[in-house]
């Protein structure tokens, strides 16, 4: 039940308002300069309510500020991986590649913020130390790294589901002699790998890009792979002009399906919007699968995702898949032993997929070689190399491609303090506790964004961002018509909606599989409401219901305290 509370009486309220506004800096305060944080910038700026942006980078972009390692793609297509909010955006810029490069994706950003002037409320280099709820004043008190403090009403917390890198824990770790690099922290003016020996731990999409790009450059290359993914070619290529002219010309349609699309994107098929899948795999014929299955090869990148519902649900359909595309796989590697140790057994699609250019073809070179960890791990790091059971591989550099802890590893990192100075760290200590992954309790007034408890990792995150920042707004300024200070939600709601994560993810083959997906990348995290699976439609439709019935369940709203006295 949703309850509503205000003072001991209300002869105060022209007071309360005028005491807080004193008080305040910012209606709210956004952390993060990625897509989605710009999105938050230009809606507040729309609703009327004065925002400030802070940003730990020295410019925006988000990920791919972060991200420089070498051959990083983004996996959907320039023209859906894109904001949609304005007009003159989507009409002024071009893409110049299918899928564009952390360059281009950074210039993107630069491109928006100036385009729509959201550089005055933008403070760069300025990472959020300290944020924590003032109980008496129902507002946000920050401490930035420039030392400044800052109270704002609102927080949102705009800091990615893919941010905080996993730092690698094994043993003699900090011996090697040589030099360590680490995927997701780059250097951002490149590392000269040529003639080094280098090893490479981890073969996810991180892993597979950097390894397809340097195996010409050094000398030897080692790869370690404990688990092979479904690498798929990424097609990728100059963007055709009539192909950019024809998509602006229809954005309104493009936009759309990715909107209704089950995984809000992938929807490009061969240049043209590519229509949902209904129906079984198990219903179909041979004929019908393979014209379909022919059909997301050629057209490249991910559109695997968009295929029989049944393939994620049933795992007679989903071999049927898994089969097909473990075929193409050795048809890409001619050495049959290593085919074997190449070719992923577990269901398709409950790792992501990888999308590659000639990764497995770089097998074929005299200067790589492949060590199999699938029986037995890495035992330690020694001051050469990398040491597995009785062999000791010595190395020049080594490249950790090792993930993310994905959805809460940012907000955990932080120094978010709630109610009673409960931190996320602490909150979130036995599994993610959120409604409808855009609040969590104890910590009213902040919303998160494409994190915990929502279905970032198989919905495009660009279209889920907007979508939840409209949500937001449009609480904020029910808010004010209200006359209300502060929304929180409960407990009772945290624990219904982790169950109906659970629900979901249980109804469909992604806890067979250790992934990211469901925390198996993490030693000791928990899926417990780590991520909403049951579909963008059911998802929408709880934000709806929520928004519709005036937040009058899951949610306790409030007026502004009085002030303190004697």
């Known amino acids: 039940m949703s309850s509503v509370t205000s003072s001991a009486n209300t002869r105060s309220s022209n007071t309360q308002a005028s005491q807080a506004s004193s008080a305040l800096d910012y209606d709210v305060v956004i952390v993060g300069a990625g897509f989605a944080g710009l999105t938050a910038v230009h809606r507040m700026r729309e609703l009327g309510f004065s925002a400030r942006l802070y940003e730990a980078g020295k410019d925006v972009g988000g990920t791919w500020y972060w991200n420089r390692y070498p051959g990083l793609k983004v996996d959907i297509e320039s023209v859906e991986y894109s904001l949609s909010f304005s007009y003159v955006i989507e009409q002024e810029w071009t893409w110049s590649e299918r899928y564009p490069a952390p360059d281009e994706l950074c210039r993107y950003a630069n491109f928006v913020a100036d385009r729509l002037d959201l550089r005055r409320d933008i403070q760069l280099d300025s990472r959020i130390d300290v944020a924590e709820f003032d109980e008496r004043a129902n507002l946000w008190v920050l401490q930035n790294s420039q030392g400044e403090t800052v109270r704002?009403?609102?927080?949102?917390?705009?800091?990615?589901?893919?941010?905080?890198?996993?730092?690698?824990?094994?043993?003699?770790?900090?011996?090697?002699?040589?030099?360590?690099?680490?995927?997701?922290?780059w250097p951002r003016d490149g590392v000269d790998l040529s003639g080094q020996r280098v090893g490479v731990i981890g073969t996810g999409s991180s892993g597979v890009q950097i390894i397809s790009t340097i195996a010409s450059e050094v000398g030897h290359l080692h790869v370690f792979q404990r688990t092979p993914g479904y690498c798929l070619p990424l097609r990728n290529h100059p963007m055709p002009e009539e192909y950019s002219t024809r998509v602006k010309a229809n954005y309104a349609q493009w936009r759309a399906a990715e909107r209704y699309n089950s995984f809000g994107g992938w929807v490009a098929l061969n240049y043209e919007i590519g229509e949902p899948v209904t129906g079984s795999a198990l219903d179909a014929t041979p004929e019908e699968l393979q014209a379909l299955f022919d059909e997301r090869w050629k057209s490249g990148g991910l559109s695997f995702y968009n295929i029989y519902p049944d393939v994620y649900t049933d795992l007679e359909a989903n071999e049927i898949l898994a089969v097909y595309l473990?075929?193409?796989?050795?048809e890409r590697i001619k050495d049959p032993k290593l085919a074997d140790i190449l070719t992923p057994k577990y269901p398709v699609l409950t790792k992501r997929l990888i999308a590659d250019t000639n990764y497995y073809e770089v097998y074929e070179r005299d200067n790589v070689s492949l060590v199999d960890l699938s029986e037995h791990g890495i035992d330690e790091i020694t001051p050469k190399g990398v040491r597995v059971g009785d062999t000791e591989y010595e190395f020049d550099a080594l490249v950790f491609a090792t993930g993310f802890d994905a959805l809460i590893g940012s907000l955990k990192a932080m120094d978010v303090r709630g109610r009673k100075g409960i931190t996320f760290a602490e909150h979130w200590e036995d599994g993610a506790r959120t409604h409808?992954?855009?609040?969590?309790?104890?910590?009213?007034?902040?919303?998160?964004?494409?994190?915990?408890?929502?279905?970032?990792?198989?919905?495009?995150?660009v279209i889920l961002g907007q979508e939840q920042i409209e949500w937001v707004g449009r609480l904020m300024l029910k808010l004010n018509e209200r006359e209300l200070d502060c929304i929180e939600t409960t407990s009772k709601a945290e624990d219904h909606w982790g169950g109906l994560c659970e629900e979901a993810v249980s109804a469909t083959l992604f806890p067979l599989t250790e992934s990211w997906y469901v925390g198996k990348n993490v030693p000791g995290k928990s899926r417990t409401g780590l991520a909403y699976f049951g579909g963008m439609d059911n998802y929408r439709k709880f934000m709806t219901e929520a928004e519709v019935s005036g937040y009058e369940k899951d949610f306790v709203l409030s007026a502004a305290p009085l002030a303190a006295t004697g």
């Open 436 to 461: 409808m992954g855009l609040m969590s309790a104890g910590f009213p007034n902040l919303f998160i964004i494409n994190a915990a408890g929502s279905p970032a990792p198989l919905f495009a995150p």
């Open 326 to 330: 473990r075929g193409k796989i050795r």
């Open 152 to 185: 704002s009403r609102f927080v949102i917390m705009a800091t990615g589901m893919l941010n905080q890198p996993i730092k690698p824990s094994f043993k003699g770790l900090d011996s090697f002699q040589g030099q360590q690099y680490h995927s997701a922290r």
